[in-house]
């Protein structure tokens, strides 16, 4: 190389042209380029040499402007064509001898530039270039096709992000679907997602923080989630809509439904007087309750269960499909069912004035309360009110005339609640809320502790009881519940504290938790000695379980589950009922720290529980007035059944934290005992 040399070489991946200026010790070189910028090469560094003449490096532009006329990447495709056939290798000098008929030095480089440039019809080896198979070619005009197309979509993709941003009407693409999706999952699970990466192209592209919460504000500001999008729900992937199959197989059970397998053994119970109690929200009505006189004087109670049952085989979509969920979520904001509304709401559920199908269970209980006797019947019943547990306790209150049924069922159930106590039967009585979001006002309501729920519960467990024997006497795996007997604190410490709230936590804290078996065993607060839970089965598995084997029992047809697949069954349904309770508690927590985030300027009543952490003044306060419990760091002199006055100075339900401010400086204000 010689001064006067135009050279091409690259500059942060950026092609630049330049004229050897002067050698630089053995093997490097001084170049200009045309503003007059001095840069040191090696010869490697050089990617094309312009020969057959010299320059100066103000020359440069006009060199470039005689090249650019010829820097057209269609004319490959014509020398690609005479060239692949022969595989006939080719240098700049004769590619441009080829392509313009003409060796000048502008011609050559326009020649390398192209080649250089070219990701499609040739390769490079060496000095030369080789051209590509047709094959090869043709494959990678696949890949810039759908390259291109993907750009395409991405820069439409930006475009209606950017109308939906300023309030515009956007029709979603299904090429969209992926970005928002990855979206969703980045804002759920943060660095855990997978696939992150368009969500963070996005979010760049956007110019906002490549953060969780960022992804989860713009989900918002699209209008695609609620800022009370509850990623409890999310995290958990629990499913929230049915699949189109699932609901097509619920239409045609509704408008075809299938043989009654228990249409010979069911009992005619349509004569019977039945109470249905509940919430006024409830829509899945799955228990009743009867009180038949008989001819010998005594009085026989009836629970009645929906049979849900009687709608699905053991194995079918449906059956699998509740399977799936396990059981039905209560949240503030709404349902997530365990059969789809369509039936859970209709035929599967006890609906007032309609001939339903049920399991009944006939009790007739001895003088204290014990069960002296009881049947189990596959039912045709016809509830005859549907009640609100306000209605009963009303009706209870008034002693309403002609309703002389209700009355006895209450009068057994305080018996039975006391034959429990007998039998070591442990009461909690802590106040529980209900929390309800509609049209984003909250509701909260303390649920009292009233005769009417107390019937219903006492009821409910008698059933249990009763189908727990059953299947007891009859060697059938079900899911029977235990509980270990607790080891409370000595009598005398319990007295120590406040009656009330403050001492039923302190048992509560010792309260082991249930457990699910298929060999029967005692459940110690329930002071029962084997126990089941058949009451639900239109929204918790377990129940439905229980309905499947007894059923099969009292027909005398195999049992649809064996041993081994109702303990297999019984591990999976528990692990995804435990995680949906998460669910309910986290987003009822949820919810009560926005209520009081909205309530900032209200004075609450709030009673010492319990420390946590006592050596850190953080104990655990009941709102009364709301029936939450919560944490609290004392400022002030304070002891369990304490009673103070609090203030929210500052909640963030979304990052799960609340604190308070104690208000007044008074003396502490025991509970009363």
Same mark, same amino acid.
């Given at each position: 190389?010689?001064?006067?040399?135009?050279?091409?070489?690259?500059?942060?991946?950026?092609?630049?042209?330049?004229?050897?200026?002067?050698?630089?010790?053995?093997?490097?070189?001084?170049?200009?380029?045309?503003?007059?910028?001095?840069?040191?090469?090696?010869?490697?560094?050089?990617?094309?040499?312009?020969?057959?003449?010299?320059?100066?490096?103000?020359?440069?532009?006009?060199?470039?402007?005689?090249?650019?006329?010829?820097?057209?990447?269609?004319?490959?495709?014509?020398?690609?064509?005479?060239?692949?056939?022969?595989?006939?290798?080719?240098?700049?000098?004769?590619?441009?001898?080829?392509?313009?008929?003409?060796?000048?030095?502008?011609?050559?480089?326009?020649?390398?530039?192209?080649?250089?440039?070219?990701?499609?019809?040739?390769?490079?080896?060496?000095?030369?270039?080789?051209?590509?198979?047709?094959?090869?070619?043709?494959?990678?005009?696949?890949?810039?096709?759908?390259?291109?197309?993907?750009?395409?979509?991405?820069?439409?993709?930006?475009?209606?992000?950017?109308?939906?941003?300023?309030?515009?009407?956007?029709?979603?693409?299904?090429?969209?679907?992926?970005?928002?999706?990855?979206?969703?999952?980045?804002?759920?699970?943060?660095?855990?997602?997978?696939?992150?990466?368009?969500?963070?192209?996005?979010?760049?592209?956007?110019?906002?923080?490549?953060?969780?919460?960022?992804?989860?504000?713009?989900?918002?500001?699209?209008?695609?989630?609620?800022?009370?999008?509850?990623?409890?729900?999310?995290?958990?992937?629990?499913?929230?809509?049915?699949?189109?199959?699932?609901?097509?197989?619920?239409?045609?059970?509704?408008?075809?439904?299938?043989?009654?397998?228990?249409?010979?053994?069911?009992?005619?119970?349509?004569?019977?007087?039945?109470?249905?109690?509940?919430?006024?929200?409830?829509?899945?009505?799955?228990?009743?309750?009867?009180?038949?006189?008989?001819?010998?004087?005594?009085?026989?109670?009836?629970?009645?269960?929906?049979?849900?049952?009687?709608?699905?085989?053991?194995?079918?979509?449906?059956?699998?499909?509740?399977?799936?969920?396990?059981?039905?979520?209560?949240?503030?904001?709404?349902?997530?069912?365990?059969?789809?509304?369509?039936?859970?709401?209709?035929?599967?559920?006890?609906?007032?004035?309609?001939?339903?199908?049920?399991?009944?269970?006939?009790?007739?209980?001895?003088?204290?309360?014990?069960?002296?006797?009881?049947?189990?019947?596959?039912?045709?019943?016809?509830?005859?009110?549907?009640?609100?547990?306000?209605?009963?306790?009303?009706?209870?209150?008034?002693?309403?005339?002609?309703?002389?049924?209700?009355?006895?069922?209450?009068?057994?159930?305080?018996?039975?609640?006391?034959?429990?106590?007998?039998?070591?039967?442990?009461?909690?009585?802590?106040?529980?809320?209900?929390?309800?979001?509609?049209?984003?006002?909250?509701?909260?309501?303390?649920?009292?502790?009233?005769?009417?729920?107390?019937?219903?519960?006492?009821?409910?467990?008698?059933?249990?009881?009763?189908?727990?024997?059953?299947?007891?006497?009859?060697?059938?795996?079900?899911?029977?519940?235990?509980?270990?007997?607790?080891?409370?604190?000595? *009598?005398?410490?319990? &007295?120590? %504290?406040?009656?009330?709230?403050?001492?039923?936590? #302190? /048992? $509560?804290?010792?309260?082991?938790? =249930?457990?699910?078996?298929?060999?029967?065993?005692?459940?110690?607060?329930?002071?029962?000695?084997?126990?089941?839970?058949?009451?639900?089965?239109?929204?918790?598995?377990?129940?439905?379980?229980?309905?499947?084997?007894?059923?099969?029992?009292?027909?005398?047809?195999?049992?649809?589950?064996?041993?081994?697949?109702?303990?297999?069954?019984?591990?999976?349904?528990?692990?995804?009922?435990?995680?949906?309770?998460?669910?309910?508690?986290?987003?009822?927590?949820?919810?009560?720290?926005?209520?009081?985030?909205?309530?900032?300027?209200?004075?609450?009543?709030?009673?010492?529980?319990?420390?946590?952490?006592?050596? *850190?003044?953080?104990? &655990?306060? %009941?709102?009364?007035?709301?029936?939450?419990?919560? #944490? /609290? $760091?004392?400022?002030?002199?304070? =002891?369990?059944?304490?009673?103070?006055?609090?203030?929210?100075?500052?909640?963030?339900?979304?990052?799960?934290?609340?604190?308070?401010?104690?208000?007044?400086?008074?003396?502490?204000?025991?509970?009363?005992?």
């Amino acid at each position: 190389m010689e001064k006067g040399t135009l050279v091409e070489f690259r500059l942060h991946s950026d092609r630049r042209l330049a004229v050897l200026e002067r050698p630089e010790g053995k093997k490097h070189w001084i170049v200009l380029d045309e503003r007059g910028q001095s840069y040191t090469l090696h010869p490697r560094q050089v990617t094309y040499t312009v020969t057959g003449q010299s320059y100066k490096p103000s020359e440069i532009p006009q060199f470039l402007k005689e090249v650019e006329a010829y820097l057209d990447p269609s004319s490959l495709e014509v020398a690609w064509e005479l060239l692949v056939e022969d595989s006939e290798t080719v240098d700049p000098a004769g590619m441009a001898l080829l392509l313009f008929s003409d060796q000048s030095p502008p011609l050559c480089y326009a020649a390398h530039y192209l080649l250089s440039e070219d990701k499609l019809y040739f390769k490079q080896k060496g000095d030369h270039y080789e051209p590509r198979s047709a094959t090869q070619v043709a494959e990678l005009k696949h890949q810039l096709t759908v390259a291109g197309q993907k750009q395409r979509e991405w820069q439409e993709f930006l475009t209606r992000i950017q109308q939906a941003l300023t309030d515009q009407a956007v029709e979603w693409q299904n090429s969209d679907r992926g970005r928002l999706e990855a979206l969703e999952r980045f804002a759920t699970l943060g660095e855990e997602a997978s696939h992150r990466t368009p969500a963070l192209e996005t979010l760049a592209a956007l110019g906002r923080p490549e953060t969780p919460q960022a992804g989860f504000q713009l989900l918002v500001d699209l209008g695609l989630w609620s800022v009370h999008e509850n990623l409890f729900v999310r995290r958990s992937q629990i499913p929230t809509q049915f699949s189109t199959k699932v609901l097509e197989v619920a239409k045609r059970c509704l408008e075809s439904p299938p043989p009654d397998l228990d249409v010979e053994g069911r009992l005619d119970l349509t004569g019977l007087k039945v109470y249905t109690i509940d919430d006024e929200s409830t829509r899945e009505i799955d228990d009743g309750v009867s009180l038949e006189y008989l001819e010998d004087g005594r009085q026989k109670l009836w629970i009645h269960i929906a049979d849900p049952t009687r709608w699905i085989v053991p194995g079918d979509d449906l059956d699998l499909e509740a399977r799936r969920r396990s059981t039905t979520i209560y949240l503030p904001t709404g349902i997530i069912p365990m059969f789809p509304p369509e039936l859970a709401t209709g035929p599967m559920s006890l609906i007032q004035g309609k001939i339903c199908y049920a399991l009944s269970f006939g009790v007739i209980l001895d003088e204290s309360g014990a069960i002296a006797d009881y049947q189990i019947q596959t039912s045709l019943i016809k509830p005859t009110y549907r009640l609100t547990y306000e209605d009963v306790d009303e009706m209870l209150e008034l002693g309403v005339l002609g309703e002389s049924e209700l009355q006895a069922i209450a009068s057994w159930a305080k018996r039975r609640q006391t034959w429990r106590h007998s039998q070591g039967a442990i009461s909690i009585n802590m106040p529980e809320s209900s929390i309800k979001v509609h049209d984003d006002e909250i509701t909260i309501e303390v649920l009292e502790v009233s005769q009417s729920r107390q019937l219903v519960a006492e009821m409910m467990i008698l059933a249990g009881e009763v189908a727990a024997r059953y299947g007891q006497a009859h060697n059938l795996a079900i899911p029977f519940r235990n509980q270990t007997q607790p080891e409370l604190p000595p *009598e005398e410490e319990l &007295l120590q %504290l406040p009656a009330g709230p403050v001492r039923s936590c #302190a /048992i $509560r804290r010792c309260m082991p938790r =249930s457990e699910m078996s298929i060999t029967p065993a005692r459940h110690a607060s329930l002071g029962l000695d084997t126990y089941t839970q058949v009451t639900s089965p239109i929204r918790r598995y377990t129940d439905l379980l229980a309905h499947f084997q007894i059923k099969a029992h009292l027909r005398g047809t195999p049992l649809p589950f064996s041993v081994e697949e109702m303990k297999e069954l019984l591990m999976s349904v528990g692990a995804v009922a435990q995680e949906a309770t998460s669910v309910e508690r986290q987003t009822n927590r949820y919810w009560g720290l926005e209520y009081l985030r909205r309530h900032t300027h209200e004075v609450w009543q709030a009673l010492v529980l319990r420390w946590l952490r006592e050596h *850190e003044n953080l104990a &655990l306060i %009941l709102l009364e007035d709301l029936g939450l419990e919560l #944490a /609290i $760091r004392l400022t002030k002199a304070a =002891s369990p059944g304490d009673r103070m006055e609090v203030k929210v100075t500052y909640a963030d339900p979304r990052q799960d934290t609340i604190q308070f401010q104690q208000l007044l400086d008074r003396e502490a204000q025991p509970a009363a005992s």
